[in-house]
């Protein structure tokens, strides 16, 4: 009896010892795989990107694949398109740029003499806070040309980070559209048989959706563009097109997008008057508060068929977890979310 006991008690031994040794090997495996995310954060972020920047192109693609044509010739016509607009942009940005520039270099000698002319107003500032003396000295320390060379390669750095990411990013969206439905293929093969059929049927909404949200996500930065370059003109703001290109560009990223262009143009509209630079302003509040409140939601639950509610809170959620990137994905997932909840999870529940 005592050795029965005895067994039975070292097999519960070894029980409890086969579960803590379970429950070890779990956590450690789970911090390393968080760990690991956390390493990779940056780069899951690009590809998360890149994958909902195809996603949201499919629809281009599709449309010129109902022409019969190649999937890689749809693609390279796409990618050309972005291409040619993206070099229309640069050509609007770089003649105003040079003529500041040139400007600039001509303006510095002037201001160099007005800062030695006590009469004049720059004369008057440095007769005042001594701008040349304390500028001089810090250069004769040493310091702030070590915080200028320190600033330039931190400039650096941020502006090659932002090349190789945006180069990362074109690299796999021209994959990722070229092989989007091997993709596919490949996610529902992990299925069962049973339900690939639904599952694919429920991915090609979810993709349909993300489409549609992307077309009028540029409908209404289109809007907000054409809006700025109109106001510009009536207004006599300078470089009108190359404004509205900007607003159109920001309008992209939700929530800080549209106020970001605006406070822009309202600085470039101090170059007119002050008069216009406060209509400027105004003309820019009134027209975020029409695209937040009637324009975006109403297009939205038209499109995507999301609730108005719904898309603010998924914008803010995905923003406060992802930046940017998480504000840009927020509504697709949201609606895939929704579309997952509509088809699977409420018939479920009412079947029960």
């Known amino acids: 009896m005592r050795r029965g006991g005895g067994s039975a008690s070292g097999s519960g031994s070894a029980s409890w010892i086969r579960v803590g040794f379970g429950l070890g090997i779990g956590l450690l495996a789970a911090y390393t795989l968080g760990h690991a995310v956390l390493q990779t954060a940056q780069i899951l972020t690009l590809v998360l990107l890149s994958l909902f920047a195809a996603v949201s192109l499919e629809p281009v693609v599709a449309l010129l694949r109902r022409w019969r044509l190649p999937r890689g010739l749809t693609v390279t016509v796409v990618v050309f398109a972005a291409v040619a607009l993206t070099a229309l942009f640069i050509a609007l ?85 070229v092989s989007l439905p091997s993709i596919k293929g490949f996610a529902l093969r992990l299925l069962p048989a049973s339900r690939r059929p639904r599952a694919e049927e429920l991915t090609d909404q979810i993709m349909r959706q993300v489409g549609r949200f992307m077309l009028a996500n540029v409908a209404t930065s289109a809007l907000a563009g054409v809006a700025t370059t109109v106001w ?31 406070v822009v143009v309202s600085l470039v509209a101090l170059s007119v008057s002050w008069t216009v630079a406060i209509a400027t302003a105004i003309f820019y509040t009134a027209f975020r508060f029409t695209e937040d409140h009637l324009t975006t939601p109403l ?52 079947r029960q």
Do not use: C
């Open 93 to 177: 940005v770089i003649p105003p740029v040079s003529k500041e520039i040139d400007q600039l270099r001509t303006q510095i000698p002037i201001w160099l003499r007005e800062l030695r002319d006590h009469s004049s107003q720059l004369g008057k500032i440095e007769d005042r806070y001594h701008v040349i003396e304390k500028v001089q000295q810090q250069l004769s320390s040493g310091n702030l040309g070590g915080r200028l060379a320190s600033g330039v390669l931190g400039a650096g750095r941020i502006l090659l980070g932002l090349l190789t990411g945006a180069l990362i990013v074109i690299t796999l969206t021209i994959y990722f559209m």
């Open 232 to 262: 510009a003109w009536a207004t006599g703001i300078p470089y009108g097109m190359l404004l509205g290109f900007f607003v159109a560009i920001m309008d992209l990223i939700p929530i800080i997008g549209s106020t970001i262009g605006g």
């Open 299 to 350: 297009t939205m639950r038209y499109v995507v068929r999301l609730h108005p509610v719904a898309t603010m809170i998924a914008v803010l959620v995905g923003g406060a977890l992802l930046g940017i990137v998480g504000a840009l994905v927020a509504v697709p997932a949201a609606t895939a979310v929704s579309l997952i909840l509509d088809e699977v999870v409420f018939p479920t529940r009412d």
